[in-house]
Nanobody, 114 residues
């Protein structure tokens, strides 16, 4: 089992920044993929960004150039730096860990006021 604890969400004005963190614990395998997904009201959950344990990243087109995902393997922690936030970034953001099976965090609310 893997447990994920997210932090860093909140309310910010459009154009502002937030940094999300997600700490993983439990049965962590050194080769894995961690990522951030988001779900806005009435919409499906979508991938925002992911990063492998080797550092390969992937971003949704909607956040390229504004969001940066990074990780600290020693701390089993993944980060999402979100800059130039827009109202359409408002959603619950979920951390995900994947190796053989997928695990989810409880989610953290990000609200961007226009």
């Amino acid at each position: 089992q893997v447990q994920l604890v997210e932090s860093g969400g909140g309310l910010v004005q459009a154009g502002g920044s937030l940094r999300l963190s997600c700490a993983a614990s439990g049965s962590i395998f050194r080769i894995n993929v961690m990522g951030w997904y988001r779900q806005a009201p009435g919409k499906q959950r979508e991938l925002v960004a992911s990063i492998t344990s080797g550092g390969t990243t992937h971003y949704a087109d909607s956040v390229k150039g504004r969001f940066t995902i990074s990780r600290d393997n020693a701390k089993n922690t993944v980060y999402l730096q979100m800059n130039s936030l827009k109202a359409e970034d408002t959603a619950v953001y979920y951390c995900n860990y994947y190796y053989m099976s997928g695990y989810w965090g409880q989610g953290t609310q990000v609200t961007v006021s226009s």
